[in-house]
């Protein structure tokens, strides 16, 4: 399966920490993406890596990756209340039909 | 506003009922895409469509069928041949499909499928 894998699958911590996430993947990718979900609501883009690139920035977030481990994380500084929600990682692989592949997801809860 | 609608929020299917979702976006997007999303999991590509009257099969296309008469619609029926439909189903669309395309998905609000 080219299915992207989130560590960990649950995480709590307190506002004003930081959160790191991690992602690892199989097989080559093009581009790696984050996105997050509210409950019940749809997916919302973060943040889009492209294999040839090792960190992004935008605002609280900070994305990593490493295409010799397969992996990259995603840190949100400071992170507030209202940074509670799942966050998946999404693989686009590289070959023909390529397509986004989504992992299970990160449950994130910030506590006030 | 820019963005992708999806309706019904909630829709209530009946044993051997097919049912359909609605998915608009005004966006000008050339691709589309279903997904399916059970409790505690990712997201599964049912269909996806590049252009305007050509669609693909995802992973899980069986029980689904889809058309995309208008660039700007791309609507999904469950069909009761799907025995397993409850689910939250996702619509999103792109600038690029899938092929050539790796960037940014733009997802709807979703439709939740409940079973009676």
């Known amino acids: 399966s080219q299915q992207g894998e989130e560590d960990p699958q649950a995480l709590s911590i307190q506002e004003g920490e930081n959160a790191t996430m991690n992602c690892s993947y199989k097989t080559s990718i093009n581009n790696l993406q984050w996105y997050r979900q509210n409950s019940g609501r749809g997916l919302v883009h973060l943040i889009l890596i492209r294999s040839n690139e090792r960190e992004k920035h935008s605002g609280r977030l900070r994305v990593t990756l490493d295409t010799s481990k397969k992996s990259s994380s995603l840190l949100i500084t400071a992170s507030r209340a209202a940074d509670t929600a799942s966050y998946f990682c999404?693989?686009?692989?590289?070959?023909?039909?390529?397509?986004?592949?989504f992992g299970k997801g990160i449950t994130l809860s910030v506590r006030p | 506003d820019g963005g992708i609608t999806q309706s019904p929020k909630y829709l209530f299917r009946k044993e051997g009922q097919n049912v359909t979702l609605s998915c608009e976006q005004n966006l000008n997007h050339d691709a589309m895409y279903w997904y399916r999303q059970d409790p505690g999991q990712g997201l599964r590509l049912i269909y996806y469509s590049q252009i305007v009257n050509d669609f693909q099969k995802g992973d899980i296309a069986e029980g689904y069928s889809v058309s995309r008469e208008k660039k700007e619609s791309f609507p999904l029926t469950v069909t009761s041949a799907q025995k397993n439909p409850t689910a939250f189903y996702l619509c999103?669309?792109?600038?690029?499909?899938?092929?050539?395309?790796?960037?940014?998905?733009?997802f709807g609000p979703g439709t939740r499928l409940l079973v009676l």
């Open positions: 999103a669309s792109s600038i690029e499909g899938l092929a050539g395309g790796k960037e940014t998905q733009y």
């Open positions: 999404a693989t686009v692989h590289t070959g023909a039909n390529s397509k986004l592949t």
